[in-house]
């Protein structure tokens, strides 16, 4: 089956330190790649969605500036949380889709980041 | 830090037993919709969906249920076992486009053996 990696699976920094987590499709090709954020007992709230070459849509409310989002090939897809500061302490999850139906998409583990 | 944690509903079933879990969605112009399980600390993993030309749907001792009148859909899950202890969660999306999935409030099962 298809499977979506995020690379690391969890990330402790400072505040006002920068953190990049990876997000790849490992067994196949996604155009477009979703970003989550999901805060403890909450629901998945989308962050962004990433095309391949192209620049990030963002969700209302989220900074493009801070939450920076890069699709470079049809398998991996950055988010890098710059100057995180306490309160970007969640579980970001990123979710791969194969194809435009939404049956071909493909959620990855997660990656719990602590900011100190 | 994190937002103070708003409390899941909890649904307690006896190992077993049939479990039903209900969800309310949000835009009438979503027609296509999809359960979710999230177990701790891991990513969504899909269980089942239902398009909106569709009210039922089964699986493998899973069913959806989707009653657009109300805007509402409902995960049966039959003989509830230990390992469907999770949080479950329903999502709304359209079809093609690849358009967002967008979830809604989650249900956390417990399974009591």
């Known amino acids: 089956g298809a499977v979506v990696s995020q690379h690391p699976s969890w990330v402790i920094c400072k505040s006002g330190t920068s953190v990049k987590i990876e997000c790849r499709s490992l067994?196949?090709?996604?155009?477009?790649m979703f970003w989550y954020r999901q805060f403890p007992k909450q629901s998945l709230m989308l962050m962004a969605t990433?095309?391949?070459?192209?620049?990030?849509?963002?969700e209302q409310g989220v900074e493009k500036d801070k939450f920076l989002i890069n699709h470079a090939s049809l398998t991996l897809s950055t988010l890098t949380v710059t100057s995180a500061h306490p309160e970007d302490s969640s579980f970001y999850i990123c979710?791969?889709?194969?194809?435009?139906?939404?049956?071909?998409?493909?959620f990855g583990p997660g990656t719990r980041l602590t900011v100190l | 830090g994190e937002s103070v944690g708003l409390h899941l509903p909890t649904l307690s079933v006896q190992e077993g037993d049939n479990s039903i879990i209900n969800c309310a969605y949000s835009?009438?112009?979503?027609?296509?919709f999809i359960w979710y399980k999230q177990e701790s600390g891991k990513g969504p993993q899909f269980i089942i969906d239902i398009r909106s030309n569709m009210d039922k749907r089964q699986g493998q001792r899973v069913t959806v249920l989707l009653n657009k009148t109300v805007k509402h859909l409902s995960l049966q899950i039959a003989a509830t076992q230990p390992g469907d202890s999770a949080v479950y969660f329903c999502a709304e999306t359209l079809v093609g486009g690849y358009q967002k999935v967008t979830f809604g409030t989650g249900t956390k099962l417990q399974v009591i053996p």
């Open positions: 990433s095309n391949e070459g192209s620049k990030a849509t963002y």
């Open positions: 979710s791969a889709r194969e194809g435009p139906q939404p049956d071909t998409q493909y």
């Open positions: 067994d196949f090709q996604a155009t477009t």
């Open positions: 835009n009438s112009a979503s027609d296509y």
